[in-house]
């Protein structure tokens, strides 16, 4: 994983979370509380929804790319053990044609079709 893909974890963790979301309501009610009551500024309800849209704009525009970041490394990861277990299937199957191999040299040996030379397998000689 690269530094920026690091970072981008990183505050993808954080502000992607309802923790953050919550915090982040709570601060604008908390200084649009504040602003009303100790009247240091009286905004017009227009302005305050512009504010207020400007500002989740701003979130979205950050948060988008690191999503996209974030996603992209999980689907690098996924990728990656999918690999690995097409990788495993593979010599699996090749020990199963193994094995079936054998099988049909021992079958073929026991049922005295032909004589395989020093096949590995134990010699039944019918005692």
């Keep these: 994983m690269t530094r920026g893909e690091a970072v981008a974890s990183k505050l993808a963790r954080a502000f992607g979370t309802w923790h953050f979301l919550l915090v982040l309501l709570v601060l604008v009610l908390g200084a649009l509380g504040a602003s009303v009551l100790w009247s240091v500024q009286v905004p017009a309800m227009g302005n305050l929804l512009t504010y207020?849209?400007?500002?989740?704009?701003m979130l979205v525009t950050i948060q988008t790319p690191l999503i996209l970041i974030t996603q992209?490394?999980?689907e690098s990861r996924d990728r990656a053990r999918d690999q690995e277990a097409f990788l495993v299937a593979l010599h699996t199957e090749a020990d199963?044609?193994?094995i079936r191999d054998l099988l049909e040299r021992r079958t073929e040996i026991e049922?005295?079709?032909h004589r395989v030379p020093n096949t590995g397998l134990p010699r039944d000689d019918g005692d």
Excluded at 52 to 57: H, K, P, Q, S, V
């Design 52 to 57: 207020l849209w400007f500002a989740l704009g």
């Design 72 to 74: 992209h490394r999980n």
């Design 96 to 98: 199963i044609h193994v």
């Design 111 to 113: 049922d005295g079709n």
